[in-house]
């Protein structure tokens, strides 16, 4: 078996390296191919990949380039982990959009927007090529905005299937709290990419008890802050948001945080550098406690997890994924990217049945798919008149003052990133 990583000179690498590792019986890897055009980062990162492979007695040969038709030949699945602009396009993200009173963040509203448009073209090149080299490989993305690129990967036709961290950190963090395995806890996960919300969380499979009552009132404060939300939106909801609904729920207030702070990306510029400077000592041979920082938690057992499945028997059968709607949610259309679980097997991801929806959460899942659908039409098309309708319609923007000023700041800071500009 035959993976490629393209990206594999991010940081986070060796996160998916270790849970390649540990994980060699659910994925037994021959060849692992890390592609990268930052030649410098790609060199450290590989390096401590092939330490981590050899103190963990893995078989596997790891190799790396810089070019994307090399690294993808003969691949049997593509991961997909891509910042195209890298921490500084995302420190500019999470910057402009305050200056009119938006959240400034790189996956949600006007910065999500800006990534979107950046990392669509992109992404779908990368994807034609893969098809080229093998129409049978199997693309598993990782790069935000998930859910847009997700949409973008299966409209142009290509064998797709988008995956955040979001589900697999609740779940963990509900096994500790509840102190069960996490395999016996399954979450009622529904909505879209960074737009979700647990309805349930059950104990044994989906048709298990539902704890997440008892979850609340016994966890409630450790849930919340863990969420950094006020302790009365999850009770007075019932169920358990994500993390980024928090710029939903309390948008001003997020808004002058950011505002007070430097910016997440510049933490992370630092962390960065911190990080490559370990990766470059020889003496390393595991990933070290600053990556937990980094984010990502528990990526690498979700990738596995689901590359297992795709090409084999080998992955659990129900995982939360990002895959077309197929009248799950009935508000939406059929060729919406939604996050659910999902059946996963060799033919793809198949969401599977959840209860109606309340009209708080269907609304808004049905505004920001609308959303999406611009989004997605300004990276595949361009033009300001595109963008302007994207922004027009995001829920946390509305504003047509807002969108007019958002739409210049993103074309003048990411002209260099788009062809029409």
């Known amino acids: 078996m035959k993976l490629a990583v393209v990206g594999g000179g991010s940081t986070y690498t060796p996160e998916l390296i270790d849970g390649f590792a540990r994980l060699r019986d659910t994925l037994p890897i021959e060849e692992l191919v890390l592609v990268d055009p930052a030649a410098d980062r790609l060199e450290l990162v590989g390096g401590l990949a092939r330490r981590i492979f050899a103190k963990q007695d893995h078989a596997g040969r790891i190799t790396t ?15 997909l982990q891509l910042r195209v602009g890298g921490q500084a396009a995302r420190e500019r993200d999470e910057t402009w959009p305050l200056e009119c009173g938006c959240v400034g963040q790189e996956t949600t509203g006007a910065g999500g927007l800006a990534k979107a448009l950046r990392t669509v073209p992109v992404v779908l090149d990368i994807a034609e090529r893969v098809r080229r080299a093998n129409p049978d490989a199997w693309i598993i993305d990782f790069t935000n905005p998930v859910g847009i690129v997700t949409r973008a990967l299966l409209q142009a036709g290509h064998k797709a299937v988008g995956l955040c961290n979001v589900a697999i950190g609740f779940q963990r963090k509900f096994a500790r709290l509840l102190d069960v395995n996490p395999s016996e806890v399954h979450l009622d996960h529904v909505g879209l990419n960074h737009l979700t919300w647990e309805l349930g969380v059950r104990l044994g499979g989906p048709d298990g008890e539902d ?12 849930v919340a ?13 019932g169920v358990v948001p994500s993390y980024y609904l928090r710029y939903f729920y309390a948008h001003d207030e997020v808004v002058k945080e950011l505002g007070s702070k430097p910016s997440r990306a510049a933490e992370v510029a630092a962390m960065e550098k911190e990080l490559l400077a370990m990766y470059g000592d020889p003496s390393l041979d595991e990933k070290p406690e600053l990556l937990a920082k980094r984010g990502g938690a528990f ?123």
């Open 299 to 421: 990526y690498s057992e979700a990738a596995v997890d689901l590359a297992a499945s795709l090409l084999g028997d080998g992955g659990s059968p129900v995982q939360v994924v990002n895959t077309y709607n197929r009248g799950t949610l009935p508000f939406l259309p059929d060729d919406a990217v939604i996050e659910v679980q999902a059946r996963v097997g060799r033919d793809g991801a198949v969401p599977l049945a959840v209860p109606a929806l309340d009209p708080l959460y269907a609304g808004l899942i049905a505004n920001v798919t609308a959303y999406e659908d611009l989004a997605l039409d300004a990276a595949l098309r361009g033009g300001r008149d595109r963008v302007f309708k994207a922004l027009l319609a995001h829920p946390l923007i509305g504003q047509f003052d807002h969108a007019e000023g958002l739409t210049d700041r993103l074309i003048a800071h990411n002209r260099e990133h788009l062809a029409w500009a």
């Open 65 to 79: 380039t810089t070019e994307v038709d090399a690294g993808v030949a003969d691949a049997d699945a593509v991961l």
């Open 211 to 222: 704890v997440l009552p008892r979850l609340l009132a016994e966890h409630g404060d450790a």
């Open 225 to 237: 802050a863990d969420l950094r939300m006020d302790r009365r939106i999850v009770d007075r909801l």
